[in-house]
């Protein structure tokens, strides 16, 4: 089992920039993929970017190409999410989930291609 903490949300204004970080712990950190989930308030959560075990291939919702980043420190079992240029439509509580196992492309965008989830923080972007 693993367990999975985000941090790092907060209140900005629109053009600011924000780094979420997902800690997670009780098992080898790098046999899992991992991936940023979101879901504003009266939708349903969707997907925001995944990586795989080692960070060589990322992948992004079309939404955030370009502004969002995530990355991966395996020596410190932390995924982060580096968010810029924030639009008020990014408001959301922002998940971390993870999955064992291989890459599946683009599969990795739908939820129920992870095993586990965070608690979520709360990204509130102001115009």
């Known amino acids: 089992q693993v367990q999975l903490v985000e941090s790092g949300g907060g209140l900005v204004q629109a053009g600011d920039s924000l780094r979420l970080s997902c800690v997670a712990s009780?098992?080898?950190?790098?046999?899992?993929?991992s991936g940023w989930f979101r879901q504003a308030p009266g939708k349903e959560r969707e997907f925001v970017a995944a990586?795989?075990?080692?960070?060589?291939?990322?992948l992004y919702a079309d939404s955030v190409k370009g502004r969002f980043t995530i990355s991966r420190d395996n020596a410190k079992n932390t995924v982060f999410l580096q968010m810029t240029s924030l639009k008020p439509e990014d408001t959301a509580v922002y998940y971390c989930?993870?999955?064992?196992?291989?890459?599946?492309?683009?599969?990795?965008?739908?939820?129920?291609?992870?095993?586990?989830w965070g608690q979520g923080t709360q990204v509130t972007v102001s115009s």
């Open positions: 989930a993870f999955r064992p196992g291989l890459w599946m492309g683009d599969r990795q965008k739908e939820e129920r291609m992870y095993d586990h």
């Open positions: 009780g098992r080898t950190f790098n046999d899992y993929i």
């Open positions: 990586i795989t075990r080692f960070g060589r291939t990322t």
